[in-house]
């Protein structure tokens, strides 16, 4: 029996709004991101898939995504379990800058660096490498287990820690992870067989 482990990022947050960094700061969901969400949840709903486990960030806005698709699931009374491995990058002297301002500051050259290297971390944050190394222990300690055993595991979470899933379960390079975008609210289904490996991805 293969599991099914389905990643989704929060809805656009006031800040993805905003073009600002966000890190761990904490602000909530758009009105388009609501709507993401419970349209995520419908989805979900609509193809059959009923997970047996729950997983979300320490930050509001995935918390809230989550809370939104299980209300569309028609899912209640269950065990949701937050952890800190789940959240964003941490952007550091960044979080909370209007992306423009930081380039005025740093220069565009510079941001880019910082936002697009996989292990060049921006001033008193995480690197794409650094969430990886906090991320990745916990999916393989705590959540492959539930998969190879045929689970199906609900991850809301934040753009970098799927990035650092999605580079691990698809076996990508640091490029080519970097180039991949994961949009918010959209969500990435994987099945995952008893050896812990992907055998395919499931379309919704």
């Not at 705590?142 to 691990?168: C, F, Q, W, Y």
């Not at 959209?186 to 991805?201: F, V």
Request: glycine share 10%; no cysteine.
């Amino acid at each position: 029996m293969t599991g099914t482990l389905i990643l989704v990022r929060h809805g656009q947050s006031e800040w993805n709004l905003s073009n600002l960094f966000t890190g761990w700061r904490n602000p909530n969901l758009t009105e388009q991101g609501i709507g993401e969400a419970r349209a995520t949840g419908q989805a979900l709903k609509a193809k059959g898939i009923v997970p047996d486990l729950y997983y979300t960030s320490a930050l509001r806005r995935a918390q809230h995504t989550l809370d939104l698709m299980l209300e569309e699931m028609d899912i209640l009374n269950v065990t949701i379990t937050r952890n800190i491995a789940l959240n964003e990058r941490d952007y550091g002297e960044l979080s909370g800058l209007n992306k423009d301002d930081a380039r005025a500051k740093w220069g565009e050259e510079q941001v880019l660096i910082w936002r697009r290297s996989f292990d060049v971390p921006p001033p008193g944050g995480e690197s794409l490498k650094d969430t990886a190394a906090r991320t990745l222990p916990y999916y393989e300690a705590e959540l492959l287990p539930l998969l190879k055993a045929g689970k199906t595991v609900l991850i809301a979470a934040h753009g970098n820690s799927l990035r650092a899933l999605v580079m691990s379960i698809e076996g990508l390079t640091p490029y080519e992870i970097l180039k991949r975008e994961i949009a918010t609210g959209q969500p990435t289904i994987y099945n995952i067989g008893t050896d812990g490996q992907l055998e395919g991805r499931v379309e919704i």
